[in-house]
């Protein structure tokens, strides 16, 4: 089946030469018309704009338009594959952007993986755009990389392998508990990888209130004992395990309630399934093999079982959350992404299952009136 749509979708590339184009909103037929969409009538909305640069909003297709920026440095399941292999992964992101909400978002991939050098582009390129979608850029140089643009820029800007992964996790949980009869405060959770989206989930299930989190990278506990850690994963241990936990993810996972994965396949045996708590939540979310199997998690005693994946059920996807919330945003002006918005963004989506079950915790992005639902939740900024 991998092999028939990997043949299948390079055939489908190779006959479209890419998933996107530009179409123009209007016709260019007669003189009259040129003279509206260019010279010499376009002059005056340019010196318009000039006058009051807000008016680049109403004027242009700015309020409408997202850059996806990527250095290729760390695309899903693939790697450091560089600018022109990540091309076909933002396209792909411009198309659900568009079909969905509407948007028309622009891939961008750079030749460059130098922090600054990526700043000083999209700080360049901004003025083209009413917000920046960050994708596919390594830990640890993707939090600074974001985290300055979001203070040096009037606008959105947003990595969403960190905060649409997070969103999404966030929303998927919130069913999940409901499902087995607990409550999030009450959970001992251990999030396997320590990277963007680790750090991300982390972050914002405290914030949503999960207090009894440890996080495990690939030589084990973000622990005391770990003399290995840089300045990134020391931040993310001062702010987890409260058990004061060491060693490695079998020992985490004692009497674990939730386990997140978004680190590597096969890493989380039946053996350790079942030493966790009664009713355990497992979210197997490396790609394009989970840390288990939805088979081998339910045979274990599994309760709730999500992945990455789109031929399992409670596929846990970034799309659910983007290009409503990208929407929302846009229309309403919002300038900055905090973290109340995206506990909204995640309530929204999980809001969407009335009725969670075992096997139907989240949407999937086909379900009619999900993205307009987060688009919803997004507040003036």
Same mark, same amino acid.
């Given at each position: 089946?991998?092999?028939?749509?990997?043949?299948?979708?390079?055939?489908? *590339? #190779?006959?479209?030469?890419?998933?996107?184009?530009?179409?123009? #909103?209007?016709?260019?037929?007669?003189?009259? !018309?040129?003279?509206?969409?260019? $010279? @010499?009538?376009?002059?005056?909305?340019?010196?318009?704009?000039?006058?009051?640069?807000?008016?680049?909003?109403?004027? +242009?297709?700015?309020?409408?338009?997202?850059?996806?920026?990527?250095?290729?440095?760390?695309?899903?399941?693939?790697?450091?594959?560089?600018?022109?292999?990540?091309?076909?992964?933002?396209?792909?992101?411009?198309?659900?952007?568009?079909?969905? $909400?509407?948007?028309?978002?622009?891939?961008?991939?750079?030749? $460059?993986?130098?922090?600054?050098?990526?700043?000083?582009?999209? #700080?360049?390129?901004?003025?083209?755009?009413?917000?920046?979608?960050?994708?596919?850029?390594?830990? @640890?140089?993707?939090?600074?990389?974001?985290?300055?643009?979001?203070?040096?820029?009037?606008?959105?800007?947003?990595?969403?392998?960190?905060?649409?992964?997070?969103?999404?996790?966030?929303?998927?949980?919130?069913?999940?508990?409901?499902?087995?009869?607990?409550?999030?405060?009450?959970?001992?959770?251990?999030?396997?990888?320590?990277?963007?989206?680790?750090?991300?989930?982390?972050?914002?299930?405290?914030?949503?209130?999960?207090?009894?989190?440890?996080?495990?990278?690939?030589?084990?506990?973000?622990?005391?004992?770990?003399?290995?850690?840089?300045?990134?994963?020391?931040?993310?241990?001062?702010? +987890?395990?409260?058990?004061?936990?060491?060693?490695?993810?079998? !020992?985490?996972?004692?009497?674990?309630?939730?386990?997140?994965?978004?680190?590597?396949?096969?890493?989380?045996?039946?053996?350790?399934?079942? &030493?966790?708590?009664?009713?355990?939540?497992?979210?197997?979310?490396?790609?394009? &093999?989970?840390?288990?199997?939805?088979?081998?998690?339910?045979?274990?005693?599994?309760?709730?079982?999500?992945?990455?994946?789109?031929?399992?059920?409670?596929?846990?996807?970034?799309?659910?959350?983007?290009?409503?919330?990208?929407?929302?945003?846009?229309?309403?002006?919002?300038?900055?992404?905090?973290?109340?918005?995206?506990?909204?963004?995640?309530?929204?989506?999980?809001?969407?299952? #009335?009725?969670?079950?075992?096997?139907?915790?989240?949407?999937?992005?086909? !379900?009619?009136?999900? *993205?307009?639902?987060?688009?919803?939740?997004?507040?003036?900024?």
């Amino acid at each position: 089946m991998k092999n028939k749509t990997s043949a299948q979708s390079i055939a489908l *590339h #190779k006959k479209l030469r890419g998933k996107i184009a530009i179409q123009s #909103k209007t016709s260019v037929k007669t003189m009259r !018309d040129l003279s509206l969409v260019y $010279t @010499p009538g376009v002059g005056a909305v340019s010196s318009a704009i000039a006058a009051n640069p807000k008016l680049a909003d109403q004027l +242009t297709w700015r309020r409408n338009a997202v850059a996806i920026v990527s250095d290729g440095s760390a695309v899903l399941g693939l790697g450091n594959i560089g600018p022109a292999a990540a091309l076909p992964v933002m396209e792909g992101k411009s198309v659900i952007f568009k079909q969905f $909400t509407g948007i028309d978002a622009v891939p961008i991939v750079l030749a $460059t993986q130098d922090t600054e050098a990526i700043i000083a582009t999209v #700080k360049a390129i901004a003025p083209t755009f009413g917000a920046i979608q960050l994708e596919d850029i390594s830990a @640890p140089r993707c939090f600074e990389i974001e985290d300055r643009l979001s203070a040096e820029l009037d606008m959105p800007v947003m990595h969403d392998d960190q905060h649409g992964t997070a969103i999404v996790v966030l929303a998927g949980l919130m069913n999940a508990i409901k499902v087995v009869g607990k409550k999030m405060s009450s959970l001992h959770i251990v999030l396997s990888g320590a990277g963007a989206a680790g750090t991300a989930i982390a972050k914002l299930l405290i914030a949503a209130g999960a207090d009894d989190i440890t996080v495990c990278d690939s030589k084990g506990i973000l622990g005391m004992d770990r003399k290995d850690l840089n300045p990134e994963k020391v931040a993310l241990r001062a702010i +987890t395990n409260p058990r004061g936990l060491s060693g490695h993810l079998k !020992d985490a996972l004692k009497d674990a309630d939730v386990f997140v994965g978004i680190s590597a396949p096969g890493i989380l045996t039946k053996e350790l399934v079942k &030493t966790m708590a009664k009713k355990p939540i497992v979210f197997a979310l490396a790609n394009p &093999t989970p840390e288990i199997l939805p088979e081998e998690a339910k045979k274990a005693g599994v309760a709730v079982i999500a992945t990455g994946r789109s031929d399992f059920p409670n596929q846990v996807n970034n799309a659910l959350c983007y290009p409503g919330l990208f929407r929302g945003m846009l229309d309403k002006g919002v300038k900055k992404v905090d973290t109340a918005a995206k506990i909204r963004a995640a309530k929204a989506i999980a809001g969407f299952i #009335k009725k969670p079950t075992a096997d139907r915790i989240i949407p999937t992005i086909f !379900d009619k009136g999900l *993205h307009q639902a987060v688009a919803k939740s997004v507040k003036k900024g």
